[in-house]
């Protein structure tokens, strides 16, 4: 039977056509925005690089930035290399594991919103983490997380480590169960303690996982927003807020839809240039 080349481009179709619709006609209408003042409800109106000029004059923007960097040098990290110790933990073979296995991924099942809801309130000055904090002796006083520009942001952090971690965790439980078992078999025989097994075993196998993570947790920490837009609202003074909420209230409070897609072009091509610097180093070291 005579084979027909165009046959699997038909398969294909479906999934290119919702690609296509979804994803790159928007991003490609976000680029030409990022090009005009558009205010969604007048014309159009062809700017050129006015919008680039204005973010580069902008001290918001900048702000923005820097609590995103922020966000990623200290999440992502630590998004990175928490888990492989939960993935471990979760991973021996002792009766009971399967709850605290379920135990520690509710959280990614949980709605980030309702997290953030649940974490305002113990974070509150008579939530319960400042009742904790002053039973044990920690504080003298209740601590102003949310409303404190020193602390909000990584009040914020913390939530999305708590709510992150359970979902790298079962990448890295996927990549310990790939692991043949006669290694670490073979390292007991010759007398290597448990740590030495972590660090020259478990870590160097578990690199294509710490890729694929360090990327997704990269993505994920540059485009937070739903835990500051219930947590914090950006506040207090600018603090917490983070370059996608700099973009929602760009064009969904102010109507700057020309302003806000150029910053998400820089955006997405400052998560883009991260994402390959990642991927080239985890390369390099493996």
């Known amino acids: 039977m005579r084979e027909q080349p165009w046959v699997p481009l038909l398969f294909l179709l479906p999934a290119c056509s919702l690609l296509g619709g979804l994803v790159l006609y928007p991003a490609a209408q976000a680029l030409w925005l990022s090009f005009t003042d558009y205010n969604m409800i007048g014309p159009t109106h062809f700017v050129g690089l006015s919008n680039y000029a204005r973010l580069g004059a ?36 002792l009766p009971g594991i399967k709850f605290f296995r379920a135990l520690f991924y509710l959280p990614v099942v949980t709605s980030l919103v309702i ?6 309130w113990v974070y509150e000055e008579r939530g319960l ?28 952090m913390a939530v999305t480590l708590w709510s992150g971690m359970g979902y790298y965790m079962v ?13 670490y078999e073979v390292a007991q ?12 075993i478990t870590v160097p196998l578990l690199r294509p996982s710490m ?25 207090p003074m600018a603090a917490s807020k983070t370059l996608v909420y700099f973009i929602y209230e760009t064009a969904f409070v ?33």
């Open 58 to 93: 902008d001290p918001f923007f900048w702000a923005s930035l820097r609590n995103s960097l922020l966000y990623l040098v200290v999440v992502v990290p630590l998004l990175v290399f928490l888990p492989i110790v939960l993935a471990v933990g979760v991973n021996a073979r």
């Open 115 to 120: 997290s953030g809801l649940i974490w305002k």
């Open 129 to 156: 983490l400042n009742y904790a904090l002053m039973a044990l002796g920690l504080v003298d006083m209740p601590i102003a997380f949310l409303t404190n520009p020193d602390t909000a942001l990584f009040a914020v």
């Open 171 to 183: 990448i890295y439980l996927a990549g310990l169960q790939g692991i043949p078992r006669s290694l």
């Open 189 to 200: 025989l010759e007398g290597v303690n448990a740590w030495q097994q972590f660090w020259h």
């Open 211 to 235: 890729a694929i993570v360090a990327v997704m947790s990269s993505i994920a920490a540059m485009k937070v927003f739903e835990e500051i837009y219930v947590m914090t609202q950006g506040g």
């Open 254 to 286: 102010e109507f700057e839809m020309g302003l806000a897609s150029a910053a998400g072009m820089a955006l997405f091509v400052i998560t883009l240039c991260l994402s390959l610097v990642q991927l080239r180093l985890l390369k390099k070291k493996a």
